[in-house]
């Protein structure tokens, strides 16, 4: 056991009453390892503990809803210490209706595998070697003796299995895979109920946005680019939001050749959110970092504030950069 872990534990431990928070724009690994915590401080360690965020659930996670058991309420009581995953800078955090001000003395524990930006906590766990924060967490309850529950396993599991893309990705190790095996072991999770509520459960809301992304779809260099839109009037006339987008990018990945992805949201005039991915040795990681975002080498996120046309650009410049330096 590393020292930062061993120092997690002592507050996990010595606290009574904790705030659990994931980051901005949730996904599996965010929503399943801040559940996983918050169930085991609350129901197995004898704390108080609140996961504030995500205020909605996305739909495709909407079978963990149910084991927040009060998790979700708005703390009455002083919290001694907030635990941060999966966010590599504050301003990624998701507070949901809290105000970040009311706890700005409150001890904080960050717990990320991301490379990029300066660690903002009082201890700060950082192990980019762990392909998802559910690892990380899996660690910290194994050390703990803590039970892994039903409600547990599914979380680990989910998380693992969303940031890893279904084993599919370049991070992916045995850890992970012996991770997921014992967690299947216990009897407590199975993975085709969890493959059937997260792959084979879209939304029509999903499908059309996967319909308008890949209408509005362009390649560059001979395929090697493929740059994919939602515009704001396509998602209005098509009676769709941008809630339910996570995974589009990925489908430019599985065309022949493609080496770099990017989703364009138009949430509003100079508000884009931009989704990431790259094959081998592109690091996005880096270009959403400088662009005021983060993620992996692999995959990885930003917002720009400038319509889209320009937005567009400004990756596609960066994107076409990169291959000219890789070629």
Known sequence: ????????????????????????????????????????????????????????????????????????????????????????????????????????DTKKIIIDHHDEGIPFGDINWIDTNSAAVGEMVFEILSAMNAEITPAIAESLYLAIVMDTGRFAF???????????????????????????????????????????????SRTYRDGKIVLLTLDKASVRSFSTTFDETEGIVDLAMSMHGVRLSALFKEVDKNNIRISMRSKGIVDVGALATELGGGGHRNAAGCTLKMPLSLAREVILDRFEAFLMSKA
């Open 170 to 216: 370049s991070n992916t190790t045995a850890r992970s895979l012996e991770i997921c095996s014992q967690l299947v072991r216990t009897g407590n999770v199975s993975p085709s109920i969890i493959a059937n509520h997260v792959y084979f459960n879209y939304s029509e809301e999903y499908l059309r946005n996967i319909g308008i992304a890949l209408y509005n």
């Open 1 to 104: 056991m590393n020292d930062r872990i061993s120092e997690i534990i002592g507050v996990l431990r010595e606290k009574d009453s904790f705030l659990v928070l994931g980051h901005i724009g949730c996904d599996g690994d965010s929503i399943g390892s801040s559940l996983a915590l918050t169930l085991y401080l609350k129901e197995q360690a004898g704390k108080k503990a609140f996961m504030p965020s995500p205020v909605n659930w996305p739909g495709r996670y909407s079978f963990l809803e149910k084991h927040r058991n009060g998790t979700g309420e708005t703390p009455k009581i002083p919290v001694e210490s907030i635990v941060m995953l999966d966010s590599s800078s504050p301003d990624r955090v998701d507070w949901g209706s809290l105000n970040p001000l009311d706890y700005k």
